[in-house]
């Protein structure tokens, strides 16, 4: 039963600490994308990869948020440092590349994410 | 740049369909989705369409797409209270790499 899988599942941190946040992609899928999901701003794409390569990092707050795929079945997003505002439950997800289901993303279970 | 409008709530009673409706702006999208996320769990892809498809059903499941009224439905027969949950739509867009999302609806089922 092929899952993204994300480490940690939660997380408490105090304001000013590196936070790290993991997750391996579907073995095969070659797109990777991390989201945040906050009740007051709803689903955000942050970022996403293909073939290990950033696409698209618009939606991410460069000063300290950073998206790395050291290889291809890991992807790493990075918080430092972290501040309350960052609080969130932070998703991954990947995609394969077919004419069949298009850009299909399968979804991980989520780093909740806690800053004190 | 894209749209994908939802209703935040709808109530419905066990045994009754559900409707979950959705609208999007974007004229060239390609696939149109739907995702369920139960609490505390990430998003589960339930169905998709082309968007040269009128009609997908899938057991419970019915997705109508009207296309000229950018228009995506999500009918659920005999609802159950395991359905529960906020729906999430989606569309991709012909020569992109990623997806829209919708505010979510979030479904209650009443026993």
């Known amino acids: 039963d092929a899952r993204v899988t994300q480490t940690p599942r939660h997380k408490v941190t105090e304001m000013g600490q590196e936070v790290t946040m993991r997750c391996q992609p579907i073995?095969?899928?070659?797109?990777v994308f991390w989201y945040r999901q906050t009740m007051m701003q709803g689903l955000e794409l942050l970022a996403y990869?293909?073939?290990?390569?950033?696409?698209?990092d618009s939606g991410m707050p460069k000063d300290r948020f950073s998206a790395e795929m050291p290889d291809a079945t890991l992807a790493t997003l990075k918080i430092q440092p972290s501040e309350p505002r960052d609080s969130a439950v932070y998703f991954c997800a990947s995609a394969g590349s077919s004419a069949q289901e298009g850009e299909t993303q399968y979804f991980g279970p989520g780093t909740r994410l806690l800053v004190l | 740049g894209e749209d994908v409008e939802q209703s935040l709530f709808l109530s419905v009673r066990e045994g009754d369909s559900s409707v979950i409706n959705c609208t999007y702006t974007d004229s060239s999208s390609t696939y149109l989705y739907w995702y369920k996320q139960e609490p505390g769990a990430g998003l589960q892809l339930l169905t998709y369409?082309?968007?040269?498809?009128d009609m997908k059903q899938d057991q419970r499941l019915t997705v109508l797409l009207n296309k000229k009224d950018k228009h995506l439905s999500l009918r659920i027969a005999d609802t159950q209270t395991g359905d529960s949950a906020i729906y999430f739509c989606?569309?991709?867009?012909?020569?992109?790499?990623?997806?829209?999302f919708g505010t979510g609806t979030r479904l209650t089922v009443i026993p």
């Open positions: 073995l095969g899928h070659n797109t």
């Open positions: 990869f293909r073939n290990r390569a950033p696409l698209d």
């Open positions: 989606a569309e991709s867009i012909l020569g992109g790499n990623n997806l829209f």
């Open positions: 369409i082309f968007s040269n498809m």
